[in-house]
């Protein structure tokens, strides 16, 4: 499927891959600066608005002028024109903006394939952590929130709005502390101290064992613009905390004062107060000034040649928290080769890839830093280096060495006094276990990782344990368990405006919901993310939730939709990359046509998705797969085919261990026993089934599916009363799921009851949508259709 690329002077956009690229390089933007040239080039027929521009891209009726021109500077700069040139975008007094410059479409260079050709066995990289289940009928996407990269949050967009009231249970100790942003009276070329002074702060006090809020945090709670009480307010109201610090920097003729005000939960402050040379040295000057005031021992004096690295460093990572990854790596490029050599520079270089998806580059680059930094002569700093390494190779999909890396990041701090940086690791290593199914270790990893964090009193990180805990607990078939959790720790990450994890966790909530046959609240789930996914950058959480979003579409019935989303996913595939996500919507896709009676073009798709679902984190889908084939298959006849797929999946599920593929190989056997007539063998294997399905504490969704299919069998066989007995066992469901629902208008109808077959049918309708309803069953039972039921 074509998308088109528009071009502009030495400049290419594709939209929908959010992609800028200038004399053939891609230029990588912050999400606001790459949807104000996306919206103005869209709309470039027309002068747009201030506010109208600020409300499509920043989703709220204003922001600061200072932060909009910060914008448009920003995207000028990227296209190649300038504020005195505007020879693309153009200024328009008093009202807004215009695009000027010519624009013209061209389709992207190589079509990507369609969803009938055939692909080539995957190469073996960036694999996302997707974990899919059963095709049509469960949806099951798992995502394990893996923990930012080497002690650092490298974190994405805000989410719009204030944050929502304190909720109990932050994390936090009884002392917590947040630095706010630093109020900067200075030239514009000094703004970065805002963020650069907060965080040298912040990282002072908690090298001296202090809980501090991770900077992270305070700037999604804290934007440009809110300042005094309102930032304090803004921040009180999120988490619980006793001190807020709220620090000032402004020059004094050749030097720079630098003020605190240390605020206790009851509202007294004790302000302090340090003069300097450079604004590093005066903040440096203050950081002491609040240890001895907080009662902690006040570090050794640096060395002579730190400052102008320790600004360089504090401006990189003020950069970094301002979400200009650009501008970030402009900042090493640009410095001197004896900084910019530097270990702790070329550590940020290395997560900068990290954190824009170039993993095998962020690799290379932490290895060959790895060599430089030995783990005798700086073992926090290896550490660091060693985290980075696993989150490298768990996205690289080479999870020995992540495991390996994350081993060495753990045994290098365990002893000493770094919990952050410690619970990274372990959650880190958690992830990877629980991606190689390895639930126990994950287990014991997540709860090590929840220890250490606890002791860091950082609510975000301890959030993501949540959210990693309950999708372990998902995995295993305990959704119930899971969904509040997973819930709490969304409304934790939406409160910091974590939009990434927002969306990954409202992802395993519908994932939880669909396989507690809880349609509706997935779909209402799926609205909430999909009003800002625009707003994030990962392709792999961008494809993540596009795709429980087709897959809630399809429970409610809203099928046309579901395809024309999952049709653009496979469209848009990298086959280098994506493979996937193609495969995975390739695999919803065959079920939904098996559903709609197009068995031929199921077995096509489903044969298709197999080779390219490799390895113990995409067993159940592979399952699904194969067993929709066997269904296609059985469906149009092939027996004997038939029979070679449901043999070869039985013999590939008994290797894999899990119960749920199992299952999977056990209905497709008992299938195919039906449509060979061997009934006595099709009645004992759906009775096993259902007597594995319930020893394996399966949930809802897939006990259905055991259902479905054992009842369908009974009702063609008049066993009646069998059939009684096993409808009954998903009743209590068919008030919320269309396919329990569409069982007992079949019983009903089977058995004669008018009344009740009337009132199923009546449910059933409700639920539909767009899935068919045999005309057989919309006729009383005996009778001419009945008036006012309809398809």
């Not at 502009?8 to 956009?13: K, W």
């Not at 020995?400 to 919990?419: F, K, T």
């Not at 209402?524 to 959480?541: F, H, P, T, Y």
């Not at 008018?754 to 068919?772: H, I």
Request: net charge negative; hydrophobic share 50%; aromatic share 4%.
């Amino acid at each position: 499927m074509n998308r088109p690329v528009l071009h502009f002077g030495a400049c290419s956009l594709d939209i929908a891959a959010r992609e800028l690229r200038r004399a053939g390089t891609r230029v990588d933007l912050p999400p606001t600066v790459f949807d104000c040239i996306a919206y103005l080039v869209a709309h470039r027929d027309r002068a747009v608005g201030r506010d109208e521009l600020v409300a499509a891209v920043w989703g709220r009726a204003s922001i600061s002028d200072t932060m909009l021109g910060k914008a448009i500077l920003a995207a000028r700069r990227a296209v190649g024109d300038s504020a005195d040139a505007q020879a693309l975008l153009r200024t328009v007094p008093r009202f807004g903006y215009h695009w000027v410059g010519a624009v013209h479409e061209e389709p992207p260079s190589g079509d990507d394939p369609g969803p009938a050709e055939a692909i080539a066995a995957p190469p073996a990289i960036a694999t996302p952590p997707w974990r899919r289940r059963a095709a049509f009928v469960i949806g099951g996407v798992l995502v394990l929130a893996a923990a930012a990269v080497a002690g650092a949050l490298w974190l994405r967009t805000s989410l719009p709005g204030s944050a929502p009231p304190a909720v109990a249970g932050d994390g936090l100790p009884a002392d917590a502390i947040a630095v706010l942003p630093a109020e900067v009276s200075a030239p514009a070329e000094d703004a970065w101290l805002r963020l650069g002074v907060m965080d040298l702060l912040a990282t002072r006090l908690r090298s001296a064992g202090l809980p501090v809020l991770a900077s992270d945090g305070i700037v999604r709670l804290v934007p440009p613009g809110v300042e005094g009480e309102a930032a304090i307010g803004a921040v009180r109201a999120a988490v619980a905390l006793r001190y807020v610090v709220r620090p000032a920097l402004r020059r004094n003729g050749e030097s720079w004062i630098a003020h605190a005000d240390l605020i206790e939960a009851d509202g007294s402050a004790h302000s302090l107060q340090a003069l300097a040379a450079t604004p590093i040295a005066a903040a440096d000057g203050l950081a002491e000034r609040l240890l001895v005031r907080l009662g902690r021992p006040v570090p050794a004096a640096a060395d002579a040649a730190a400052p102008s690295a320790t600004e360089l460093i504090q401006r990189i990572d003020a950069a970094r928290l301002a979400d200009d990854m650009t501008q970030a790596r402009a900042l090493i490029d640009a410095a001197e080769p004896a900084l910019r050599d530097l270990p702790p520079v070329r550590l940020r270089g290395a997560l900068i890839d990290l954190r824009l998806g170039r993993f095998a580059q962020g690799r290379a680059s932490l290895e060959a830093l790895r060599e430089a930094v030995s783990a005798e002569a700086d073992p926090v700093l290896h550490a660091r280096i060693e985290d980075g390494l696993c989150v490298a190779f768990n996205r690289l999909g080479e999870m020995d060495a992540g495991l390996a890396a994350c081993d060495r990041a753990i045994a290098l701090v365990e002893a000493r006094n770094e919990p952050t940086l410690l619970g990274h690791a372990y959650n880190d290593r958690g992830v990877i276990h629980a991606r190689m199914q390895r639930h126990a270790q994950a287990q014991a990893d997540f709860a090590r990782a929840r220890i250490a964090l606890n002791l860091a009193g950082d609510p975000l990180l301890l959030a993501r344990v949540d959210s990693n805990e309950s999708t372990l607990e998902m995995a295993q078939g305990r959704q119930a368990e899971a969904l509040p959790i997973q819930q709490r720790a969304a409304r934790q990450f939406e409160r910091f405006g974590m939009i990434d994890e927002y969306l990954i966790s409202l992802a395993n909530q519908i994932s939880a919901q669909l396989a507690l046959l809880q349609p509706e609240p997935a779909l209402a789930a799926s609205e909430q993310g999909w009003s800002r996914l625009a707003r994030v950058q990962d392709r792999d959480v961008r494809n993540l939730f596009r795709h429980q979003r087709a897959e809630a579409l399809q429970a409610n019935g809203r099928l046309g939709e579901a395809r024309i989303l999952l049709d653009e996913m496979i469209g848009e595939a990298d086959a280098g990359r994506d493979w996937p996500q193609r495969a995975l919507s390739q695999v919803s896709l065959a079920g939904l046509d098996l559903r709609l009676g197009e068995p031929q073009t199921a077995l096509l798709l489903a044969r298709q998705a197999l080779p390219q679902l490799p390895g113990p984190e995409f067993d159940r889908s592979r399952a699904a797969a194969w067993r929709i084939a066997t269904q296609a298959l059985q469906t149009l006849g092939r027996l004997p085919e038939a029979a070679e797929e449901v043999r070869a999946l039985g013999a590939w599920a008994a290797t894999t261990g899990d119960a749920f593929v199992v299952l999977d190989a056990r209905l497709a056997e008992a299938g195919q026993a039906a449509a060979e007539r061997r009934d006595r063998d099709a009645a004992r294997l759906y009775t096993a089934a259902m007597d594995q399905a319930r020893r394996a504490g399966a949930p809802p969704a897939v006990v259905g599916r055991v259902v479905e299919a054992h009842a369908l069998f009974l009702l063609g066989q008049g066993d009646l009363a069998g059939a009684s007995t096993v409808v009954g066992i998903g009743a209590r469901h068919a008030d919320a799921d269309f396919d329990a629902a569409l069982l007992e208008v079949r019983l009903y109808h089977a058995l004669g009851r008018t009344e009740a077959w009337r009132e199923a049918l009546g449910v059933a309708q409700r639920l539909a949508g767009e899935r068919p309803i045999p005309p057989a069953l919309l006729r009383a039972p005996g009778r001419e259709p009945v008036l006012g039921v309809g398809p």
